[in-house]
């Protein structure tokens, strides 16, 4: 049952919530695994943070007995489908994707049935439903060395996300189907605003991640996955970046070059629609919480479980091959 706001402020006043969640990682032999859009507490008391293939890999790889994970929905799934036998919690069961939701398993089969000749790379960021009905998964950061690992001639499906889809097409050159989808958050950057802001910061930076529309990506210095627009704004001797991505990677990208300024892509309105509303469920009362309770758990029915799990497995096994 969810639990109000003022009912977890209730069961968790008085504590140190970050001493309480150390205790429960010794205690459970537990890891927990946080994305970049997460809020910095959560990124400080995380055990691994990072982008999609990053934490794929730390949970395909972790000796721990329960995983934590402060991320979305599919990105919990995702660690049960490589992990059966450990247990997985999140900290908010609402906490789930926008692109996610964007493609409907029944109607996706029904797409993928009218072109039986194509491989199917699904974007992780897609249910473990999809990711069963998938040959390849894929991530931002190793998306376009996935498709060139395929014989030219290959016919590829390519979905949920129309926007990185038009991004892969672009770099490979590859004439790929795309699923009509898309991420709520890096659809709302405003290629106006950001042309105004280059235009008061004309040393800036633009970095985007390759979910951004095209306008958008037209404005960039460079694109890449949140790793890797994170190392980018470590390594470049630029001192100004407008991110066009989810806010969250700000915390990181300050704490790794305090000297520098981030400022964030504004969105077409004068909303907060560069935080994702999903990410920011989560909260350290809810981690503490759910560790402590070992739930919401996250469960994969077997006959779905397997082929996601291959599926992803043939993206661990490209990468690794390619030193990604």
Same mark, same amino acid.
């Given at each position: 049952?969810?639990?109000?706001?003022?009912?977890?402020?209730?069961?968790?006043?008085?504590?140190?919530? $970050?001493?309480?969640?150390?205790?429960?990682?010794?205690?459970?032999? #537990?890891?927990?695994?946080?994305?970049?859009?997460?809020?910095?507490?959560?990124?400080?008391?995380? @055990?691994?943070?990072?982008?999609?293939?990053?934490?794929?890999?730390?949970?395909?790889?972790?000796?721990?007995?329960?995983?934590?994970?402060?991320?979305?929905? %599919?990105?919990?799934?995702?660690?049960?489908?490589?992990?059966?036998?450990?247990?997985?919690?999140?900290?908010?069961?609402?906490?789930?994707?926008?692109?996610?939701?964007?493609?409907?398993?029944?109607? $996706?089969?029904? $797409?993928?049935?009218?072109?039986?000749?194509?491989?199917?790379?699904?974007?992780?960021?897609?249910?473990?439903?999809? &990711?069963?009905?998938? @040959?390849?998964v894929c991530t931002s950061s190793n998306?376009?060395?996935?498709?060139?690992?395929?014989?030219? @001639?290959?016919?590829?499906?390519?979905?949920?996300?129309?926007?990185?889809?038009?991004?892969?097409?672009?770099?490979?050159?590859?004439?790929?189907?795309?699923?009509?989808?898309?991420?709520?958050?890096h659809e709302i950057f405003s290629?106006?605003?950001?042309?105004?802001?280059?235009?008061?910061?004309?040393?800036?930076?633009?970095?985007?991640?390759?979910?951004?529309?095209?306008?958008?990506?037209?404005?960039?210095?460079?694109?890449?996955?949140?790793?890797?627009?994170?190392? %980018?704004?470590?390594?470049?001797?630029?001192?100004?970046?407008?991110? #066009?991505?989810?806010?969250?990677?700000?915390?990181?990208?300050? &704490?790794?070059?305090?000297?520098?300024? $981030?400022?964030?892509?504004?969105?077409? !309105?004068?909303?907060?629609?560069?935080?994702?509303?999903?990410?920011?469920?989560?909260?350290?009362? &809810?981690?503490?919480?759910?560790?402590?309770?070992?739930?919401?758990?996250? !469960?994969?029915?077997?006959?779905?479980?397997?082929?996601?799990? &291959?599926?992803?497995?043939?993206?661990?096994?490209?990468?690794?091959?390619?030193?990604?």
């Amino acid at each position: 049952m969810l639990q109000s706001v003022a009912s977890l402020r209730s069961e968790t006043a008085g504590l140190d919530l $970050f001493e309480e969640i150390d205790r429960l990682k010794k205690e459970k032999n #537990a890891i927990v695994l946080a994305h970049y859009y997460q809020d910095s507490d959560i990124q400080d008391i995380a @055990d691994y943070i990072g982008d999609s293939l990053g934490l794929s890999q730390q949970a395909a790889s972790t000796n721990a007995d329960m995983i934590v994970f402060a991320g979305v929905h %599919f990105m919990a799934e995702t660690a049960k489908i490589l992990c059966p036998q450990k247990k997985v919690v999140i900290p908010d069961l609402r906490a789930g994707c926008s692109l996610a939701d964007s493609c409907p398993p029944d109607r $996706f089969k029904a $797409f993928c049935d009218a072109h039986p000749d194509h491989i199917v790379i699904s974007y992780i960021n897609c249910t473990a439903a999809i &990711k069963a009905l998938t @040959d390849i998964v894929c991530t931002s950061s190793n998306a376009v060395q996935i498709v060139n690992s395929l014989p030219a @001639d290959t016919k590829i499906i390519f979905a949920p996300d129309k926007n990185l889809g038009r991004y892969v097409i672009q770099q490979t050159g590859r004439n790929m189907v795309l699923w009509d989808g898309a991420c709520m958050v890096h659809e709302i950057f405003s290629r106006e605003k950001i042309v105004k802001l280059k235009e008061r910061h004309p040393d800036a930076l633009v970095i985007a991640h390759p979910e951004c529309e095209t306008p958008v990506l037209e404005l960039a210095d460079f694109i890449g996955s949140t790793t890797a627009l994170l190392n %980018f704004s470590k390594s470049n001797p630029g001192n100004i970046f407008i991110v #066009a991505t989810e806010s969250g990677i700000l915390h990181q990208m300050v &704490k790794d070059s305090p000297h520098k300024t $981030f400022i964030p892509a504004p969105p077409e !309105n004068n909303c907060a629609c560069n935080d994702c509303p999903h990410m920011k469920l989560n909260t350290l009362e &809810k981690i503490y919480l759910c560790m402590k309770n070992e739930e919401p758990s996250i !469960n994969v029915e077997e006959s779905v479980r397997i082929p996601a799990e &291959k599926s992803i497995r043939r993206m661990l096994d490209i990468s690794e091959k390619l030193g990604l």
